[in-house]
């Protein structure tokens, strides 16, 4: 096999958008994508760019995507964040997520930032097995909050 | 009490690193401040703006602040991270933080997000109380997986 890890351009946005569709299927939230390929395409190669991504072809066929943007820690200042890396299904196992993951570490240490940061599902083992393995460390007591649009609204409707 | 909330300017980025301080105090991370004033403010108002950021002013003086930026989420499209909110010791049960938030949440529909995100710890009950009080959903199931800047390095070095 060959594996090319590259960046993306706007022609991928198809094969990238199927793989999050992936991604979330996995995660057990299969409705939960809400995005078009023309929105990654605007957010991804517009002139106000929101993400960078990554994409593992192998044989001349997309197989994996990295997509990581920018954040700000009031610590360390600029951070990578990693959104999401996945590989097609049948693809894994053979080294293109961990070359993909290297390839965003790379690129987080070309832009110089103090830190990369990501969210993994506390039941998936393996991952995490993985990322501690090469140095990452995992804060199981910082819990994610969210609010919904919906939610946003009715709490936005509310008087004081 | 005459409570303001209102836009930072760069003036305000030193009484606001005394808050990103002693919001560090609180959550036992009193060396993890790394940034200075010159940090906040060249990634605040500088031409790459890294983030948004809104001051609570009580008879004129500093006592909160809140600090915003964009993320990408690949199953929702643009969403607003809340990074920090941070209110003075002594200001605290005074409604400052639920005007703050509620800025926060008015400037995330004002933007037309999906979501608003952010972090809590947690053993901090009285948050997390409030949180889901105003519609917020806790993800205790997702975690927090961090790169620091040494390991960063040390798994670019290793062989592959």
């Not at 991928?12 to 958008?17: E, G, I, T, Y």
């Not at 995660?27 to 939960?32: F, Q, S």
């Not at 299904?89 to 240490?109: I, Q, T």
Request: charged share 30%; aromatic share 10%.
């Amino acid at each position: 096999m060959e594996l090319l890890i590259r960046n993306a351009i706007k022609e991928d946005m198809s094969s990238v958008l199927k793989l999050i569709v992936e991604l979330a299927v996995f995660e057990k939230e299969p409705d939960a994508v809400e995005i078009s390929e023309e929105d990654l395409i605007v957010a991804g190669f517009g002139d106000d760019k929101q993400f960078d991504c990554f994409v593992a072809e192998a044989d001349g066929e997309i197989v994996g995507m990295a997509l990581v943007y920018f954040r700000f820690s009031t610590w360390k200042g600029r951070t990578v964040h990693l959104e999401d890396l996945v590989v097609k299904e049948k693809m894994r196992g053979k080294g293109v997520g961990k070359a993909l993951y290297r390839r965003v570490m790379e690129y987080a240490a070309e832009q110089g930032v103090k830190r990369v940061n990501w969210v993994v599902l506390d039941w998936n083992k393996p991952a995490i097995d993985f990322y501690e393995q090469t140095g990452a460390t995992i804060l199981s007591s910082w819990w994610q909050v969210e609010m919904e649009e919906l939610a946003l609204k009715k709490f936005i409707e509310q008087k004081e």
